[in-house]
């Protein structure tokens, strides 16, 4: 060991959120931005360790981790891309044990690069923005002050390098998922209902349009990331060697490139590879017959697709693309295909009324969207709306993002949010939902759908209790699948 030439011996990867809500969607998903960085670190550190504190129990207790770090971990690479636990996770930092090198990276810690290194003074090294190639740099000593993407402390002070350019996306491997402690299983509020093995493949990265309010296809920086695809066999390949049998496609919109989509169908259903997949999409998808057959016949189940407003006034206002017509019009298209439709809509917006707002959930229903999410209007750092929002009178951004006004402050947004939720979410509405699935989609195979039955009463009490507590699905996926971007 004493003539490796390797610099680090142990490398652990933390995801170091703990605490999740029993209902909550968030422990679904793997840490995929995290295993993208770790995977990256193979063969660079003599020995990486992944460690998702959601799914540990006995490392997840804080004694007990520190235990492990002090068995031979010497670097320890944390990924914060929530803004949330933020003083949880600063006091579990500062029991790493000294000399022990501590790096930071992930959504929030690049958004936050200064307060992080203000509130933590154990942090040595934030990574900014994508981290594959950076924590490459690192793990075989080049020296900090070369190493584009990074800021640290040197002398007291703290340093920023330049910002990295982004890496093309053939040249970042995919997750390897034998460095996962634990196995991920689909959820249904935050119920593992069917024992049903889940997992994320980030297919491509970014996204070729520019609706105002979404800052998905930037990273933390503002660094607009270009549509950047991956090889379809690169992205058949790991679908391929998947245990899971749901797997959910977390780019922006799966079907940005159509022909590209058609062929990936093409070649899951060549190669007989048999999962249920889920994937966000736009609505210009109806405009492909051939290709939503495919969809079909490739496994494809679920859209999430972003709607945003009934109005409009309000989709000019946010560059979506398309007006309400085209809305109707695409799903009098997509409801003839057995796919099982999530609409997100957008509320809150910049001179949007109540009776405008409250008309969301009747719009819903009129298109026929199976369910949906509702979000209020967000102002991120680098979003477009940013300006008009701040030149607005009477308009007032906070500073973790929301959007209210004088006419409607945040008490108000809320129980127009619970309003329009219970409008939607009717007991006959979970009963349409869970026809579909099984009767329509057939999402689920028939010793599952008894299973369903069976956990049917807790799923509803529970849907009812995460609608209440707003769940954010849309931001989720944000920050887990790129929080490395
Ligand atoms: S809302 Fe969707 S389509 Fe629009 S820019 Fe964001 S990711 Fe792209």
Known sequence: MENSPLKYKHALFLNPYVDCNANSTMKLFPPVGLEYVATAAKGLAEKVTLLDLRHEEELSRPDKLMDFIRSGVDI???????????????????????????????????????????????????????????????????????????????????????????PGVDAIAFPDRALRHNKYYLMLNGIDVMNLKFDAVLSARGCPHNCKFCTFSLNPLGQKRNYAPRSNQSVVDELEGLEAKVVLFSDDNFFANPGRAEEICDLLIARKIKKR?????????????????????????????????????????????????????????????????????IYGNIGETEEEMLYISQFAKEIGVDSITLNKLRIEKFSPLKALAENTPGYHVTESGALYSDEFPHSRLKKIGRKLRFSFYTPSRFMKMLGKNIFVVRFFTVREVAQLIIMFPRLIASAINREIQRGRLADSLKRTFVSNT
């Open 76 to 166: 320890v690479c944390v990924a914060i891309g929530w803004d949330r636990q933020l003083k949880e996770i600063y006091a579990l930092i500062s029991l790493i044990p000294a000399g022990v090198r501590v790096v930071v990276g992930g959504y929030t810690a690049t958004e936050k690069v200064e307060e992080l290194f203000r509130d933590c003074p154990r942090i040595d090294i934030i990574v900014r923005g994508e981290g594959e190639e950076t924590i490459k740099e690192i793990l075989i000593g080049m020296p900090l002050e070369n190493i584009l993407g990074l800021s640290y402390r040197k002398n007291g002070a703290v340093v920023h390098n330049a910002n990295r350019p982004l």
């Open 277 to 345: 997949f889920i994937a966000q999409a736009r609505l210009e998808v109806a405009r492909y017959p051939r290709l939503l057959e495919k969809m079909v016949k490739a496994g494809f189940k679920v859209l999430l697709i972003g709607i945003e407003s009934p109005h409009d006034r309000i989709l000019a206002q946010m560059n979506k693309g398309f007006t309400s017509a085209t809305v109707r019009q695409a799903f009098s298209v997509l409801k003839k295909y057995p796919i099982y439709y999530h609409g997100y809509f």
